[in-house]
């Protein structure tokens, strides 16, 4: 069986959870790789709506571990609570593992993160402030703490003490936060440990263990391509590697343990926080796709900005995570439109036309999008569970897709529930098909 690393392939909240749900079913262990709980994923079961930040999209399958991997930044009271909120539900959460040696988010990572953007004002990158940044700099700094160090009294404030020396200055009008005391923080976090020890675990053996004896491992990813913090929309970028190169490193895997990619990709684009967005619509459009499609943020309730299918940055996407399936989600918004239009170039400034994705941030700010015009469709399509019945025009529409990027569209999503969703036989593997 395979090891399928699913990703975002534009700026985030593409659906991704979703398709980790229904690839789940059959498999043995789902890894999120990388992120903190500045993501958020949306599962729809039957009239229940589970929305997960921290804890893998599989955890709703009994059967199936489900594993926080050494790339994530964990913020021990978000998932501890996430943890109490499933369980409240009937969600059995004995699958759940949290690697050793993922870094933990701190208290003082969230007021450096709540700092910076204050004082960037109107050039805030728009982060979920969250501390997620700030963690992993402390990660790279080598000042981070780790899942394992909540194990050990002494190690934990020793290495507390370490990352506060050197952030003394910018922490000093937080000084009287309760929460910034050495004791307290070491004794607060001494109990999550507590709480946390049953799942803490060596997740690259468990891992390993799995794809070994040949079963399936499901890498998921959070936030989208175009976010990633080398090859994304840099400085408006999340702080880690949402990228499939990223699930090897963030998992503890080899690179010939993974066997497929996903790329999950809205049927229009979204965005949130601020960043170049060549295709979006700032208009009645954009707004009725909004409103159509609910699109507002999991974890931040932010309305997100809207605009058109982009293939400039899709195809980009797909080379750089190197697909080899495409889900495409929220199909169903698009019904209605006499024409859908769909980016397939760039206009600079300057007039030029290219046909990539600008390797330069001021080209990428001052890019609009060239469009193509593809026959709408007026047919309400959610209850379509196969291709043959689907409208023409929008299987014409899921074509050119998988034309212009070169990448088969093997899943397609008409509507929230985990039922919701076409299957194209011809390109899904066997796993997808089954």
Request: glycine share 12%; net charge negative.
């Amino acid at each position: 069986m395979p090891g399928i690393v699913v990703v975002g392939a534009q700026w985030g909240d593409e659906g991704k959870g979703k398709i980790v749900d229904l690839l789940a079913e059959q498999a043995d262990a789902v890894i999120r790789f990388q992120g903190g709980n500045n993501a958020g994923h949306t599962i729809v079961r039957g009239n229940e709506t589970f929305k997960f930040h921290l804890i893998p999209s599989g955890i709703l399958y009994p059967a199936t571990r489900c594993v926080i991997g050494n790339g994530v930044v964990v913020d021990p009271e978000i998932l501890t609570q996430e943890i109490d909120g499933l369980r409240a539900r009937g969600v059995d959460m004995g699958g759940l593992r949290i690697s050793a040696n993922a870094h933990l988010i701190m208290p003082y990572h969230k007021l450096l993160d709540e700092a910076g953007e204050t004082r960037l004002g109107k050039a805030e990158i728009g982060t979920t402030r969250r501390g997620i940044g700030p963690a992993y700099a402390d990660k790279a700094a080598r000042l981070g703490v780790r899942v394992q160090d909540l194990l050990d009294e002494k190690i934990l404030k020793k290495k507390i003490a370490a990352a506060l020396h050197p952030k003394s200055l910018t922490l000093r009008p937080y000084d009287r936060r309760p929460e910034l005391d050495l004791q307290s923080m070491t004794e607060e976090y001494l109990t999550y440990g507590h709480r946390l020890e049953q799942h803490i675990a060596d997740t690259s053996r468990l891992a390993w263990d799995v794809l070994d004896s040949g079963g399936l491992v499901i890498f998921e990813g959070a936030q989208g391509a175009l976010l990633d913090i080398d090859h994304g929309t840099y400085p408006f970028v999340t702080s880690s590697n949402p990228i499939a190169g990223a699930a090897c490193v963030g998992a503890g895997v080899g690179p010939r343990d993974i066997d497929e990619v996903w790329g999950v990709a809205k049927a229009y684009v979204t965005r949130v926080g601020a960043g170049p967005f060549p295709t979006e619509l700032d208009d009645d459009t954009g707004e009725l796709i909004r409103t159509r499609g609910g699109e507002f943020g999991t974890t931040t309730g932010r309305s997100r900005r809207t605009g058109w299918l982009d293939l400039v940055a899709l195809r980009y996407a797909s080379r750089l995570n190197t697909l080899t399936h495409l889900a495409l989600t929220k199909l169903d918004v698009l019904s209605g439109f006499d024409a859908i239009r769909v980016c397939n170039r760039y206009r600079g400034p300057e007039g030029a036309e290219f046909d990539h994705f600008p390797y330069h941030q001021t080209a990428l700010h001052h890019a609009v999008g060239e469009y193509d015009e593809l026959e709408g469709w007026s047919q309400d399509i959610t209850e379509c569970r196969s291709e043959s019945d689907l409208p023409r025009a929008a299987r014409e529409y899921l074509d050119y897709v998988a034309r212009a990027t070169g990448v088969p569209v093997a899943l397609v999503g008409v509507g929230p529930g985990r039922d919701q969703i076409v299957r194209l036989g011809r390109e899904a593997s066997a796993v997808a098909a089954a």
